[in-house]
């Protein structure tokens, strides 16, 4: 693990405000981190997860094969859990896939580790606790505001809120997010941009 990707996580871990030093270090010292190429699917339909993921650096997508089209519905970038929920608490089969988007490097955990951290430092379970809740929080706002939103409301929510995935992610998966075809998406840009222009 480099210098850098240990004072990601350890100024992430900090920014609870419940552990100690020493127990930051226990954590980080018993972090499991991997890189992953672009294009490594970390998680298949019909698989059980069995594992849990941090980013530290990249961006994994979240996606449902529907017809034989993926349809994309999450992005997982820098400083955000990644995890089926569902599957890795009730060790179910997922829905959905997950895959790195870009090289990615990843805190990779597991039930049995997370268990041992949480016996080691008791207070840890807080800790997952606050980002499981916020996390889930965030999920359901999300949803909210998608299902209660035009196409182009969505894509300004995008640009509002995460410019950074335009830059990052193909324009049709970007597409398939806020719920248009392609060209649905460059008509969007264009009534914006010509919108834009009007104001100028």
């Known amino acids: 693990?480099?210098?850098?990707?240990?004072?990601?996580?350890?100024?992430?871990?900090?920014?609870?405000?419940?552990?100690?030093?020493?127990?930051?270090?226990?954590?980080?010292?018993?972090?499991?981190?991997?890189?992953?190429?672009?294009?490594?699917?970390?998680?298949?339909?019909?698989?059980?997860?069995?594992?849990?993921?941090?980013?530290?650096?990249?961006?994994?997508?979240?996606?449902?094969?529907?017809?034989?089209?993926?349809?994309?519905?999450?992005?997982?970038?820098?400083?955000?859990?990644?995890?089926?929920?569902?599957?890795?608490?009730?060790?179910?089969?997922?829905?959905?896939?997950?895959?790195?988007?870009?090289?990615?490097?990843?805190?990779?955990?597991?039930?049995?580790?997370e268990k041992e951290m949480c016996e080691r430092i008791p207070r840890l379970e807080s800790v997952i606790r606050q980002e499981v809740e916020r996390s889930t929080g965030k999920a359901q706002d999300d949803f909210a505001n998608f299902i209660t939103s035009s196409p182009e409301k969505r894509y300004l929510n995008l640009l509002e809120n995460r410019p950074d995935l335009l830059n990052r992610i193909p324009q049709h998966q970007i597409a398939s997010y806020i719920g248009v075809k392609p060209e649905s998406l460059s008509r969007i840009r264009k009534r914006l941009l010509q919108g834009e222009k009007k104001k100028a």
């Open 1 to 113: 693990m480099s210098i850098s990707m240990k004072n990601l996580l350890k100024e992430f871990i900090e920014s609870f405000g419940l552990l100690t030093d020493q127990e930051v270090k226990t954590i980080i010292d018993n972090a499991n981190i991997k890189s992953f190429k672009k294009g490594t699917f970390l998680l298949k339909e019909g698989q059980v997860s069995d594992k849990c993921y941090f980013v530290l650096k990249g961006c994994v997508r979240e996606f449902y094969a529907v017809d034989g089209e993926e349809k994309s519905t999450a992005f997982f970038t820098e400083m955000q859990p990644v995890t089926s929920f569902t599957s890795y608490t009730n060790q179910t089969p997922s829905k959905h896939y997950l895959i790195c988007a870009e090289d990615c490097v990843l805190t990779v955990g597991t039930q049995d580790l």
